[in-house]
């Protein structure tokens, strides 16, 4: 093989190479999310998927709060808030779904959401 053929087989490579980074790049810039784009990319999508009324400004419907208020938290005032509390028809907690930035650890957010489920079923 000639120098020519292998300088071509290198640009070849290397092309292939920039390509494929920047394909991992768009990659990760989709999943980079911060709280937010959370919510509303995936979280407040898929409750709608599933049929449940939540609405697009932020604010309470029947179904699904929005920044639910919660006591007895471990922050210095005491106070915290559930991202989203879901409802049943007697007005019971089902489920607390807690968003977070994709660069933030999954289990911060289910410890925090078990903290603020803990309290509601203590009787809101």
Partial sequence: MNYNSKKEK?????????????????????????????????????????????????SNTAEVSQEEATLEQPTKTGNGRADYVLWDDSHKPLAVIEAKSTQVDAEMGRHQAKLYADWLEKGV
């Fill in 10 to 58: 290198a640009d070849e490579f290397k092309a292939r190479l920039e390509q494929a980074r920047q394909k991992n790049e768009q990659a990760v810039n989709l999943l980079d999310m911060n709280e937010a784009e959370t919510r509303s990319r995936l979280i407040d999508a898929r409750l709608c998927d599933a049929n449940w009324d939540v609405s697009d400004d932020g």
